[in-house]
């Protein structure tokens, strides 16, 4: 009994220490944190950490956070950094070095070089007066007053403090990049949109009846009925072979009776977009979703490699809460 | 001279090196600082603990402090203790000592050692640092020490600075650093009343609890009066100052193996540290007298465990 008590006394003292290593950070931030997020916010580069040891692992963890969240990060091993990783660092990037003491030998080495190549140098550490911190263009200061591993055995409250630190940073960047529950979905194409981007579009694709479609030679009005009944907000043009041959949306539609007034009776032909966007059958949705976004467009024809039309995809249905309706099962 | 930091590091709580007439032992003295200053980052001198400081007469500190000061020749900062019995007498210590630094002036580093709650209540004691660190040009490290208030037996007596005076305290720039001992849960809440004040440092005035978790300042050490070297290498690794030695394949176990030496030291010299070790020191001939203070209380044995653990463990 008398055993367990001690045990649990000493992890509750340790537990205090690092709790405490934490608060007293709160007091310490000050406009060195600022200016190291407007410099990261004003970046076209990367944010790489680097470190050894311990420090190096908290450093993974941050650039995992940061990279989850919006910030491209990477990591820079400071050992393999001079046997030619150095290559992966440009003048644009940031490097984030981490040291509690902020004299490792392996770190302190590349920072000359770090700074002939450009990079902006941010220091997590717990000595203003060392190399580290005096060679970097910003110091965070994450020191802290004692450590709850005996003997320097294993850093502890200062590997908590950094990564607690890096968390503040990963946090406040979110805050100030609008990052949202879309962008957040993107890069965690684990779990059930991660099922959802890797499968293949012609398993979730809308066909059949489905499909919007009008020949070459119908109508505006005939087209806007299709778009209509089909509710994509868009239709597909083709021609006897189902060639795809354009596409007509709602968009199309509204700066068509801007310019012509009466359309009813003109042909699609007329009014579409004649090199529409479209993807293969066999690709994956993720592809269908990136290209969609960077095309700013919400409907997809999918086409085989004669650009049959097989198929249309609306880019709320691949990223929407709801399951895919799978083909057969609609 | 006005430091801007303490040193971090070792702090070696030095024994006064006594003569059979009850003199500063001169030859001892710089024996043991010739051994001890090669590994301290500072030395506390005429303690109230190992420096035997409250049986020192002011002729014998003045004496220990002219010494001292003509050997260390500034290496290492000086620590000092001035605390006396009363405010009057913690005083006329301070002034004196002070002349006698400035008489020779001594250009090294000098820190005033004051333990306030030895001769102060909490109540008024920022106005009397005011007052106090007008009168030198030199900075001050306060000693918390709970148990060494206690020896004064006043009842009712808090012997603990609080928590809300020592906030008001660290707004005073010659305040340097604070030496701690008691509870976790307090050192913290001295930590944060000292937040505004980075440059401050809290050093453990507990070697067992810097051996379990230590502060990152450093350590005022009674041990290093006997094993220097094995407390340096600790107190660096400790505060992650040998990096570079943990890529040694048994860089851990040898740092673990020491820590372990320094506990099983203690328990040996832990009742009566002054008497114990100065025994050992004058066994291995680097002081010539264990005399000491009538403050200290005679520790006789059979055989000195302590200098035999030092001659089996080799320890230097």
């Known amino acids: 009994m008398g055993r367990v008590s001690r045990l649990i ?23 060195e944190f600022e200016q190291a997020v407007e410099m990261i916010l004003d970046s076209k580069g990367r944010v790489i950490f680097t470190g050894i040891g311990k420090s190096g692992l908290v450093g993974r963890k941050i650039m995992a956070t940061l990279n989850s969240t919006g910030t491209p990060s990477l990591f820079l091993h400071p050992v393999e950094a001079v046997h030619g990783d150095l290559g992966m660092v440009t003048a644009d990037d940031i490097v984030i070095a981490i040291s509690n003491s902020g004299y490792t030998r392996e770190l302190v080495n590349i920072l000359p070089i770090l700074k002939n190549l450009g990079v902006k140098l941010i220091a997590f550490c717990g000595d203003p007066e060392s190399p580290l911190a005096k060679e970097s263009h910003l110091f965070i200061n994450v020191g802290v007053e004692r450590e709850a591993c005996p003997l320097g055995l294993a850093p502890t409250t200062s590997t908590t403090a950094a990564l607690a630190m890096g968390d503040a940073l990963a946090v406040v960047l979110i805050n100030r990049k609008q990052f949202n529950r879309k962008d957040f979905k993107r890069f965690h194409p684990g779990g059930s949109l991660g099922d959802r981007l890797s499968i293949k579009i012609k398993e979730v694709m809308f066909t059949g009846d489905r499909i919007p479609l009008v020949a070459i030679d119908q109508t505006v009005m005939e087209t806007i009925f299709e778009v209509d009944k089909k509710k994509l907000g868009a239709s597909l043009v083709v021609d006897n072979s189902l060639i795809l041959l354009g596409i007509v949306t709602d968009g199309d539609i509204r700066r068509a009776l801007l310019h012509w007034k009466d359309i009813a009776g003109l042909e699609v032909a007329k009014i579409m977009s004649k090199s529409p966007k479209m993807i293969d059958e066999e690709k994956k949705v993720s592809e ?19 650009k049959r039309v097989k198929g249309i995809v609306h880019l709320h249905e691949l990223l929407g809460g709801k399951e895919f309706r799978v083909n057969g099962i609609q | 001279m006005e430091s801007n930091k303490a040193p971090k590091g070792l702090i070696v709580d030095l024994i006064t090196p006594l003569d059979d007439k009850g003199d500063i032992d001169n030859g001892g003295l710089g024996s043991l600082l010739k051994r001890v200053l090669p590994y301290a980052d500072a030395i506390l001198l005429a303690s109230p603990q190992m420096g035997e400081g409250s049986g020192l007469s002011l002729t014998l500190k003045t004496e220990l402090l002219k010494k001292a000061a003509a050997f260390i020749q500034g290496r290492i900062p000086i620590f000092f203790w001035i605390s006396g019995d009363s405010v009057e007498n913690t005083e006329k210590t301070l002034a004196l000592l002070e002349d006698l ?19 102060h ?22 000693y918390n020490d709970p148990g060494l208030v206690n020896l004064l037996e006043r009842p009712l007596k808090r012997c603990n600075i609080r928590t809300s005076i020592l906030k008001n305290l660290a707004e ?11 509870s976790l849960t307090r050192v913290n809440n001295y930590q944060k009343a000292l937040n505004r004040r980075p440059d401050v440092r809290v ?25 220097p070297r094995i407390w340096s290498n600790v107190t660096k690794a400790s505060l992650g100052m040998l990096e570079e030695d943990r890529e040694k394949g048994d860089y851990l176990h040898q740092i673990w193996e020491m820590g372990k030496l320094l506990k099983d030291l203690k328990t040996i010299y832990n009742p009566n540290p002054v008497w114990t070790i100065k025994k050992s020191l004058v066994d291995l001939n680097i002081i010539g007298f264990h005399a000491c203070t009538s403050a200290t209380q005679p520790y006789y044995e059979k055989d000195n465990i302590l200098t035999g653990f030092i001659s089996t463990h080799a320890i230097d």
């Open chain 1, 9 to 31: 006394q000493q992890a509750r003292e340790v537990l205090q220490i690092e709790a405490q290593g934490i608060l007293d950070l709160i007091e310490r931030i000050g406009p």
């Open chain 1, 288 to 306: 269908a979703v990136t290209l969609m976004e960077h095309n700013a467009i919400s409907v997809l024809p999918v086409v085989d490699k004669l």
């Open chain 2, 101 to 119: 630094l400035k008489s020779y002036s001594y250009k090294g580093e000098v820190f005033w050692f004051d333990s306030p709650l030895y001769y």
């Open chain 2, 121 to 142: 209540s909490n109540r008024g004691l920022y106005d009397h640092y005011q007052d106090l660190t007008l009168n030198t040009k030199y900075p001050f490290v306060l």
């Open chain 2, 172 to 182: 005073i720039g010659k305040i340097k650093a604070l030496i701690f001992r008691g």
């Open chain 2, 203 to 227: 050093y453990d005035g507990d070697e067992d609890r810097f051996l379990e978790y230590p502060s990152m300042s450093g350590v005022l050490s009674i041990g290093a009066n006997i094993a």
